[in-house]
């Protein structure tokens, strides 16, 4: 699933080309990606023709464009959505799903591709500051209005495992389980240590982490495992050829050369090295080796 990194380059697509336009008119090609608009596709097309997007925002995961009329169009990209910017008259993608087509003679096509439609676009009514639906989701680190210090505080009250606090939405934004890894990795700290047996350096290398590989990720263009994660030109990124763990089983770690081993977690894998990162007393157990 994109995480961050990802959805930023598209966001910022998104504000380089589409922006300032009047919608002229939209089709939606397939209901699924509008089924939390619950007046159904053609209502959603007809509310937003001849409506302008004003600004793309983000925040964590979710992507909105504000409209002038003071809503938004809010988007998420699931497990395979895409925003392409493309040229009027191109030739439509396999799993295009929703189109939006602006005035002017050579104004270019926003189109919404999802091959497997985990993703979707939905209306917010006077959600052009923030959608409601987003106002559960903490900021992200790379927010300049993201609280450090109140990020560290809760973390050293939390009994989870430090990787369980990262991917946490409400706590902290944006972190999936790539980056979560590569910025433990950074810090030097097993994804099973307490939040509350952590000095609050401890947690701060965690968070400087964190910024580090997402920033330099985002200058990559993201990490792209497929060709589905692309911005909004459908280009991929290329981030995955510097991660240090993160899919790197069995490769020896850059650091001190030990083998870097793969544990289940939650339903996925972490990556980490077990020198580098050594697990704490009394958890070693709780993850088990694949």
Known sequence: MPELPEVEVVRRGLEAHV???????VEVLHPRPVRRHLPGPADFAATLTGRTF?????????????????????????MSGQMLVQPRGAEDERHLRVRFSFEGRDAPELR??????FGGLSFAPGGAELPVELEHIARDPLDELFDDAAFVARARRSASGIKRILLNQT????????????????????????????RVVDVERVLAGARTVMLAALGQGGTSFDALYVNVNGESGYFDRSLEVYGQEGRPCSRCGTAITRVHFMNRSSFFCPRCQPAPRGRAGSVRPR
């Open 112 to 117: 919404f591709v999802d091959q497997r439609m």
């Open 19 to 25: 922006l300032d336009r009047r919608i002229s008119a």
């Open 171 to 198: 706590v902290i934004s944006g972190v999936g389980n790539i980056y979560a890894d590569e910025a433990l990795w950074l810090a030097g700290l097993h994804g099973e240590r307490r939040g509350d047996r952590l």
């Open 54 to 78: 004003t600004a793309a925002r983000r925040r964590g995961k979710y992507l909105w464009l504000p409209l002038d009329s003071g809503d938004a169009l809010l988007g998420h990209l699931g």
